[in-house]
Antibody
Framework: QVHLVESGGGLVKPGGSLRLSCAAS????????MSWIRQAPGKGLEWVSY????????YLSDSVEGRFTVSRDNAKNSLYLQMNSLRDEDTAVYYC??????????????WGQGTLVTVSS | EIVMTQSPATLSVSPGERATLSCRAS??????LAWYQQRRGQAPRLLMY???TRATGIPARFSGSGSGTDFTLTISSLQSDDFAVYYC?????????FGQGTKVEIE
């Protein structure tokens, strides 16, 4: 079955950087778009990014454009989110998700359990 | 940006009763709408996509309807597992956006 495991979260100071990883198993990773979605404590869901199956197409929300980059390594079945210039408002649980295999990218079929990023001085 | 508005914010229902959740888009999203369930302390789970198609493994007591700007998720007979927060999500336009959620609680 589809399994997604995020890692790399933690406490970081404003202006700092963090790299999240998502390890995928149970499906052919290189066939699917992937996504990052976040949820601030006690709040709703916010889409952050998509990346195409071969990594050639990336979509980022305006709130993270220019600060976050998303990448993937299909040989390692892994998805990454490099977060730079972090702000207090980036504090959230970050989920990786598998997206239905089509373009443009659509809904989130399977979700990992999330990793918490806390930005605080 | 398309704003998704869910109502009510909280729905108090007794087990076995029917629950009806609404989601309204600020402009048409065609049928490009999904619903997710998030139980306390868990990740969201896909329930419905393309407005009315149940995801794999989702029980038939869940149904979705609507197109354009007005959508409904109905749970025909609430079970204990169903008490959770439900989010709608549009994937018709950029950026992808979610509603703020409806919490279904035990009355």
């Amino acid at each position: 079955q589809v399994h997604l495991v995020e890692s790399g979260g933690g406490l970081v100071k404003p202006g700092g950087s963090l790299r999240l990883s998502c390890a995928a198993s149970g499906f052919i990773f290189s066939d699917y778009y992937m996504s990052w979605i976040r949820q601030a404590p006690g709040k709703g869901l916010e889409w952050v990014s998509y990346i195409s199956s071969d990594g050639s197409a990336v979509y980022l929300s305006d709130s993270v454009e220019g600060r976050f980059t998303v990448s993937r390594d299909n040989a390692k079945n892994s998805l990454y989110l490099q977060m730079n210039s972090l702000r207090d408002e980036d504090t959230a649980v970050y989920y990786c998700a598998r997206v239905k295999n089509e373009a443009p990218p659509t809904y989130f079929q399977h979700w990992g359990q999330g990793t918490l990023v806390t930005v605080s001085s | 940006e398309i704003v998704m508005t869910q109502s009510p914010a909280t729905l108090s229902v007794s087990p076995g009763e029917r629950a009806t959740l609404s989601c309204r888009a600020s402009q048409s999203v065609s049928s490009n709408l999904a619903w997710y369930q998030q139980r306390r302390g868990q990740a969201p789970r896909l329930l419905m996509y393309d407005s009315s198609t149940r995801a794999t493994g989702i029980p038939a007591r869940f149904s979705g309807s609507g197109s354009g700007t007005d959508f409904t998720l109905t749970i025909s007979s609430l079970q204990s597992d169903d008490f959770a927060v439900y989010y709608c999500h549009q994937y018709n336009d950029w950026p992808r956006t979610f509603g703020q959620g409806t919490k279904v609680e035990i009355e």
